[in-house]
Structure formats: structure tokens, C-alpha cells
């Protein structure tokens, strides 16, 4: 009940593309859910998050989609840039306290000139 | 605001051998610290929670007496890997959970270990 599935595992998209990368969680109590954006050799950085009250957060390029009945979250790239090429990581856990992050496999994402 | 560093960056050693890895939030508060290892081309792996003035708490397989872990500050968390093994070679990331707030996560930048 812990799982966080994320796909695909490497995603390849031409610049000014959109960027789709899909997670699904199963424990029903989680009620924050955080993307991730990691580049090479460094640590994860918090990119955009959403609560399961609201089915769509936008911010800037960046937008999740939301569906609590199916248990998915998905986070949208727009007009992706080489810059955007990195790991994306979507987790999942309980708001509100100090609670562990339950992270996806990832996503390698390769934005192409 | 919101920084978490980790020292050292990198570091290599010999097998046999103890290495400390430093967690610090600047700029904030974190009663909870959390300490990951990842592998090459890997998602991050939990590897034990750390409260400030307590004990910290393992995830299951993770060896505590191999991995220390103290939390002694509410601005500083360490991690020590006594006696280090080749395997033990790996990228150790540090999360600092702000103690007011939102309860946000912030990464500090990672601790790549080779150990030879």
C-alpha cells in the first residue's frame, strides 16, 4: 500500500514538446503529493506540488493533473526545454507533519534540440 | 531561504574505514531529518528518520550500527558509515523538514562515498 508507480522510465520530447510523465499511488491516506526535479549529481529539488482537494495546479510551465477517484497524478511540461532534461521524481505522503516521502522510480526526461 | 547543505561533497576512503557526512539547515528549524542512498539511474531509498534529541528510526535491512546517525541540534544531522565497505559506495542525500509551517522536505545537494 506504500507503492508510488511512475512511467515511463525515460522520455524523449523535442523542444517546445509537452512533457507527460504519469504516477499512481494506492494508500488513500496520503494527501500531499510533490514533484521532484533532480539533475546529475545533485539532490532533488521540489518543483511543484498538489493536495487531492484541487484537481489541477499550475505554475508557470509546470501543471499537475489530479484524479483522486483513479488514484493518479501526472505532471505536465509545457514547451519543454533542454534545460527541462533532467529526473523527475513524483512522491506522495501526509501533510502537515514530518512525515516520509514516498517516492516513483523516476523518469529520465531528454529534451531534444 | 530554505537551504540544506551537506559536507562533504565528496570523499573517497579505505575500506575499513568511518566517514561523517554533515547535514545542515541554514536558514530554518528541522526537528526531522531524513537520510537517503541512491544508486546509479535509482529513485531515492529511505534509509532512517532523525529526530532531534532522540534516537533516530531505521528502515527495515538498513544496518543502524554501520549507519550513525546523530541529530544532536536542531540545524545539524550526521551520518557516519563506520567500517565502509566497497558496497557502501553510493550517493547519500540528506531532507531537513522545516519545524514550522508547511512541513516541507528540502534536500540538501548529496554526498557521493566511494570507498576503495
Known amino acids: 500500500q506504500q507503492q508510488v508507480k511512475q512511467s515511463p522510465q525515460s522520455l524523449i520530447v523535442q523542444k517546445g514538446g509537452i512533457s507527460i510523465i504519469n504516477c499512481a499511488y494506492e494508500?488513500?491516506?496520503?494527501?500531499?503529493f510533490p514533484w521532484y526535479q533532480q539533475f546529475p549529481g545533485k539532490g532533488p529539488a521540489l518543483l511543484i506540488a498538489?493536495?487531492?482537494?484541487?484537481s489541477e495546479k499550475k505554475e508557470g510551465r509546470f501543471t499537475i493533473s489530479f484524479n483522486k477517484s483513479a488514484k493518479q497524478f501526472s505532471l505536465h511540461i509545457m514547451d519543454s526545454q533542454p534545460g527541462d532534461s533532467a529526473t523527475y521524481f513524483c512522491a506522495a505522503t501526509l501533510a502537515g507533519t514530518a512525515s516520509k516521502l514516498t517516492f516513483g522510480t523516476g523518469t529520465r526526461l531528454q529534451v531534444t534540440l | 531561504g530554505a537551504v540544506v547543505s551537506q559536507h562533504p561533497s565528496w570523499v573517497i576512503c579505505k575500506s575499513g574505514t568511518s566517514v561523517k557526512i554533515e547535514c545542515r539547515s541554514l536558514d530554518f528549524q528541522a526537528t526531522t531529518m531524513f537520510w537517503y542512498r541512491q544508486f546509479p539511474k535509482q529513485s531515492l531509498m529511505l534509509m532512517a528518520t532523525s529526530n532531534e534529541g532522540s534516537k533516530a528510526t531505521y528502515e527495515q535491512g538498513v544496518e543502524k550500527d554501520k549507519f550513525l546517525i546523530n541529530h544532536a541540534s536542531l540545524t545539524l544531522s550526521t551520518l557516519t558509515v563506520t567500517s565502509a565497505h566497497p558496497e557502501d559506495s553510493s550517493f547519500y542525500i540528506c531532507s531537513a523538514v522545516s519545524s514550522s509551517g508547511t512541513h516541507e522536505q528540502y534536500f540538501g545537494p548529496g554526498t557521493r562515498l566511494t570507498v576503495t
Open positions: 494508500n488513500t491516506a496520503f494527501d500531499y
Open positions: 498538489i493536495r487531492p482537494d484541487v
